[in-house]
């Protein structure tokens, strides 16, 4: 019903920028928290930044000042910039999306994931 496609992921020295994009389609009716995941091998999947859907913000401790999370409502998009990237950023990003569809039903929908690495 709802689908999200992932992009903006690649291989980037340390000190680099990445931007990642999320876009959603589908069913919607109202989108309301966006946010950005994390999971390195071995690892759980992490909380990395969210954002509603006024454009309230949440940074992990460990991305704040580095990171930025932002949303074009109008095109149902996601982004995140990510820079001064170090080797610990190094994981797969996925996007989750939550609001409710057309028919008035919850959604709470996964990316496929894209993969960010962080080496020289």
């Known amino acids: 019903q709802v689908q999200l496609v992932e992009s903006g992921g690649g291989l980037v020295q340390p000190g680099g920028s990445l931007r990642l994009s999320c876009a959603a389609s589908?069913?919607?009716?109202?989108?309301?928290?966006m946010a950005w995941y994390r999971q390195a091998p071995g690892k759980q999947r992490d909380l990395v930044a969210a954002?509603?859907?006024?454009?309230?913000?949440n940074y992990a401790d460990s991305v704040r000042g580095r990171f930025t999370i932002s949303r074009d409502n109008a095109k149902n998009t996601l982004y995140l910039q990510m820079n001064s990237l170090n080797p610990e950023d190094t994981a797969v990003y996925y996007c989750?999306?939550?609001?409710?569809?057309?028919?008035?039903?919850?959604?709470?929908?996964w990316g496929q994931g894209t993969q960010v690495t962080v080496s020289s």
């Open positions: 989750n999306v939550g609001g409710s569809t057309v028919w008035g039903r919850p959604f709470d929908s």
């Open positions: 954002i509603t859907r006024g454009g309230s913000t």
């Open positions: 589908g069913s919607i009716f109202r989108i309301n928290v």
